[in-house]
């Protein structure tokens, strides 16, 4: 099993200088030393709480803090959890990728999905649509970017959207380009698309929930004859660890609706999903930026696991 980072916004600044992204900065940093092979970040604008209307939901956008993220790190991969399809013009959305595996010199991960935040739609005004509609937009947009970054020129004509003899230069770093995740739960649509497309999926849920899930993607693998080993298997995991059983009690205390898990209990927890499918989980600590869970992850977690294969190499063994 591998590791990927998935960090926030943070709201309070924990550098004191006011400054979201100095601290989002320091945390993918921290994750980098630490020797998580990725960091992610959500696409999302707002999130509006009606009750308290005054209430500030920071949130930088997804691409941009990438881009400014893969120049402040050196090692690990860059990817986004995921770029919603219907917020961006696919073909700018490809030339924004592309501009990224060039900055980070070729370390980006292209992660999309359909999106499902109806209050950013209606907010900034993009159209909603059915699951249907959304849907197909994926796939369309799926298709463009992988268009745009293997082919010169690039034409293509889906339900949504179109593209005419158009060029991308420079083309990304990673050949053929950068990997894709397509992220979703959605068992007739969305792993369908991944078993089409994609070269890493995202799913979250129980393990046994899990297991389902990747059962499902490997009747569609074969439906559509390709291995099911060609898609790299994501799952996201929500932390706060503790030291052991008795500063797990003692936080626990002090914050009673937080659920709290030691390194042990985490390993445990890993396996289920490593027998469940699972190769790579992307970790998201909820007291961060506050270091102390990203360390003891590292020092204490990470060791019991076998990395896999990285998602390159995935693809290069028969991937799309």
Same mark, same amino acid.
């Given at each position: ?54 209430? @500030? ?37 490809? /030339? ?15 992660? %999309?999905?359909?999106?499902?935040? !109806? ?12 699951? /249907? ?9 799926? !298709? ?25 230069? @420079?083309?990304? =770093? ?14 007739? +649509?969305? %792993? ?10 995202? =799913? ?35 932390? +706060?660890?503790? !030291? ?55 020092? !204490? =977690? ?8 990285? @998602? ?9």
């Amino acid at each position: 099993m591998r590791f990927g980072l998935q960090i926030d916004t943070y709201g309070d600044n924990a550098l004191g200088n006011g400054n979201h992204f100095d601290t989002m900065l320091a945390v993918a940093r921290a994750g980098e030393a630490a020797g998580f092979a990725s960091v992610w970040y959500e696409d999302h604008f707002m999130w509006r709480d009606d009750e308290r209307p005054e209430t @500030p939901s920071p949130r930088l956008e997804c691409l941009l803090t990438l881009a400014a993220l893969a120049a402040g790190t050196e090692r690990v991969r860059l990817g986004a959890l995921v770029l919603g399809a219907p917020y961006r013009n696919p073909a700018l959305l490809a /030339k924004m990728c592309a501009t990224l595996d060039q900055i980070s010199h070729g370390r980006s991960i292209i992660g %999309l999905g359909a999106a499902w935040h !109806r209050q950013e739609f209606e907010a900034y005004g993009w159209p909603f649509g059915t699951v /249907k509609e959304r849907m197909e937009r994926l796939e369309d947009v799926v !298709r463009i970017v992988d268009a745009l970054l293997t082919q010169r020129p690039a034409s293509y004509t889906g339900k949504h959207y179109a593209i005419d003899r158009a060029l991308n230069d @420079p083309p990304p =770093v990673q050949r053929p380009r950068p990997p894709i995740l397509i992220g979703g739960n959605g068992e007739r +649509r969305t %792993l369908r698309l991944v078993a089409r497309y994609a070269d890493l999926c995202n =799913v979250y849920g129980s393990p046994a929930e899990v297991a389902r899930k990747f059962a499902v993607l490997r009747a569609h693998c074969a439906a559509v004859g390709r291995p099911y080993e060609a898609v790299t298997r994501t799952i996201n995991l929500w932390l +706060r660890l503790a !030291r052991d059983e008795a500063d797990r009690a003692a936080r626990e205390r002090e914050h009673p609706d937080a659920d709290i898990q030691t390194p042990e209990a985490t390993i445990g927890l890993l396996r289920e999903y490593e027998a469940a499918g699972a190769q790579y989980a992307i970790v998201k600590f909820l007291d961060a930026p506050d270091p102390t869970s990203t360390r003891l992850f590292a020092e !204490r =977690v990470m060791p019991a696991f076998t990395p896999t294969p990285a @998602p390159d190499d995935v693809r290069a063994k028969g991937g799309i």
